[in-house]
């Protein structure tokens, strides 16, 4: 404009002594979005003293809308069902290798899901395979799709059994606070978000304290928990899913052909009866409240070459091929014989890609 203001996207440039300066926060916020929708096309000094006047007015009245008031301030469910859907297929398509039932039940699920305007229960899955095979991936993208800060957002909490619940001694201290946490966070945000990791190490019993969030239930005290999300990450039926995986490769049949019905049963199964896992004869198992067992498939050399491959372009490297293949043969394979599947997936990929630059 005539007097040098300009918008920006942190608050509002404005002319100041020695130079330009930044109006910060609401205020700077307000007085461009007044000045925005403004005919006049210039600013005089004394219709700049009417603006910031009445600035925070404007600022009260526009934030009374959902969506300007969620351009300041981080909101329960920020983004719309058809938008977190788009977010979490491109993510899956680009960054996730070799997992092809994983892409196919998690975009049902989650888009599902979240386009149901009256679902009977929380949406709960479960997701098995071996260690770097992508269940934390996953889970990552699948908060960023409906959250912006992902993991890190306000109404996505992550419990880690090693780190939160150490002590056996102390499962009923557990049981009441995490049924607390669950509790408050659902009633400030129905739509949160609950990823429990390393189930596979945590005491048998713990879990079913939360059961009746789980369950069909239209509210308890008050609360509804039928729009919130959990997710539960464990080991526990690796070995039957590389038992399913090594019978087709076997039998000469392509790993995409695998179906949901080939493994889901089996891996339930194996999980139910692990007492080494969260699951041992879980009431949530029993009681058929998890919607989804999620196989996670032993990844393949040409799947490690191809994370080296996009871990390189993220960090804006040029591709090198030969650089990639001597980062997928360092790594080491199993069975014994075959050799077939990277026996940490692709976790140790990026560690390993830093001794061949300087970072």
Request: glycine share 10%; charged share 20%.
């Amino acid at each position: 404009a005539g007097w040098g203001w300009r918008l920006a996207g942190s608050g509002l440039w404005w002319p100041g002594g020695g130079g330009m300066k930044l109006l910060r926060g609401p205020l700077g916020a307000a007085l461009g979005l007044v000045l925005l929708l403004s005919p006049v096309q210039t600013v005089e000094p004394i219709s700049l003293g009417l603006a910031l006047a009445g600035a925070a007015s404007a600022l009260t009245g526009l934030i009374s809308y959902p969506r300007l008031y969620c351009y300041f301030r981080e909101c329960c469910l920020q983004r719309e069902g058809a938008r977190a859907g788009a977010a979490l297929q491109e993510d899956l398509d680009k960054k996730l290798f070799g997992q092809h039932l994983v892409k196919k039940v998690i975009v049902k699920a989650v888009i599902g899901f979240l386009n149901n305007t009256n679902p009977k229960k929380p949406l709960t899955l479960s997701l098995h395979g071996w260690t770097g095979t992508g269940k934390n991936f996953v889970s990552k993208i699948i908060a960023e799709s409906i959250y912006q800060g992902g993991v890190n957002s306000n109404y996505v909490h992550q419990f880690v059994s090693t780190l939160h619940f150490p002590h056996a001694h102390s499962i009923s201290q557990y049981k009441d606070q995490l049924q607390s946490w669950i509790r408050g966070n659902v009633s400030a945000c129905g739509r949160s978000i609950f990823i429990f990791d390393e189930m596979d190490k945590m005491h048998a019993g713990l879990i079913d304290s939360i059961k009746p969030f789980l369950d069909y239930y239209e509210q308890l005290d008050g609360v509804s928990y039928r729009r919130a999300i959990f997710i539960f990450l464990s080991n526990a039926g690796a070995e039957k899913i590389t038992e399913v995986a090594l019978d087709f490769w076997k039998r000469g049949k392509k790993r995409e052909d695998m179906e949901l019905k080939d493994l889901e049963a089996g891996v339930s199964l194996s999980v139910f009866n692990n007492k080494n896992s969260g699951f041992w004869h879980s009431s949530l198992i029993d009681r058929n409240l998890i919607d989804y067992f999620v196989p996670f498939l032993p990844l393949e050399y040409k799947h490690v070459k191809m994370c080296v491959r996009v871990e390189l372009e993220s960090r804006g490297y040029m591709v090198d091929e030969e650089i990639i293949t001597k980062v997928a043969d360092e790594l080491t394979y199993f069975p014994k014989e075959e050799k077939i599947y990277s026996d940490k997936g692709c976790k140790t990929v990026f560690t390993k890609l830093d001794f061949y630059y300087d970072l």
